[in-house]
């Protein structure tokens, strides 16, 4: 089955722009989709069809797609981004749902 | 808006079922597929299957098949999750996801905490 590999952790200072890898076989012929969950939360899309934002989601979301590796990018990265990412596609083979392992964002 | 509330906190024995409800709200119900995804404690997200709220079908993922049942009842709105032969490991946060296009999932519930425990 299709595999997503992410990073556990990334931490970035306030200000700087942080940038969480979503790796798979190919992953640039599929649409990547990225979640944000904080604590205690639900979570909510961020950037879905690789790099197109949802209403309401800061312009400092922006998201890449190529080869084996889609890139979620936060710049000028706030306190409040601090938060659990996960990269989803849909497997069309078997018409299933994957969920990267997560990546913990920390802002220093 | 989109709304989904979620059924309240449970607490179940090994080898009980379970069933979540999602009352949705804001949307054309059949005009859009539901998932569901949990979330163990300290984990990920797993995606668990989906439905079609047009037509019925559904599509588990290997993990839960022959273990779970996904429903809708479009008089109400409400999506359903069933969880037979629970286990200790089944304990976890689930959540229903209004799919949209990409199958990229929209709007989520607030989770529901399960509980299995002797």
């Known amino acids: 089955s299709y595999v997503l590999t992410q990073p556990p952790s990334v931490s970035v200072a306030p200000g700087t722009t942080a940038r969480i890898t979503c790796g798979g076989n190919?992953?640039?012929?599929?649409?990547v989709h990225w979640y944000q969950q904080k604590p205690g939360q639900a979570p909510v899309l961020v950037i879905y069809?690789?790099?197109d934002r949802p209403s309401g989601i800061p312009e400092r979301f922006s998201g890449s797609n190529s080869g084996n590796t889609a890139t979620l990018t936060i710049s000028r990265v706030e306190a409040g981004d601090e938060a659990d990412y996960y990269c989803?596609?849909?497997?069309?083979?078997?018409?299933?749902?994957?969920f990267g392992g997560g990546t913990k964002l920390t802002v220093l | 808006q989109v709304q989904l509330v979620q059924s309240g906190a449970e607490v179940k024995k090994p080898g009980a079922s379970v069933k979540v409800s999602c009352k949705t709200s804001?949307?054309?119900?059949?005009?859009?597929?539901i998932s569901w995804v949990r979330q163990a404690p300290g984990q990920g997200l797993e995606w668990m299957g989906w439905i079609s709220v047009y037509n019925g079908n559904t599509n588990y993922a290997e993990n839960f098949q022959g273990r779970v049942t996904m429903t809708t009842d479009t008089s109400t709105t409400t999506a359903y999750m069933e969880l037979r032969s629970l286990r200790s490991d089944d304990t976890a946060v689930y959540y229903c996801?209004?799919?949209?296009?990409?199958?990229?999932?929209?709007?989520w519930g607030q989770g529901t905490l399960v509980t299995v425990s002797s």
């Open positions: 996801a209004v799919m949209g296009r990409w199958r990229r999932l929209d709007y």
């Open positions: 069809y690789d790099g």
């Open positions: 989803q596609v849909w497997d069309s083979s078997n018409d299933h749902g994957i």
């Open positions: 190919n992953i640039g012929i599929k649409s």
């Open positions: 804001g949307y054309s119900f059949a005009k859009k597929d």
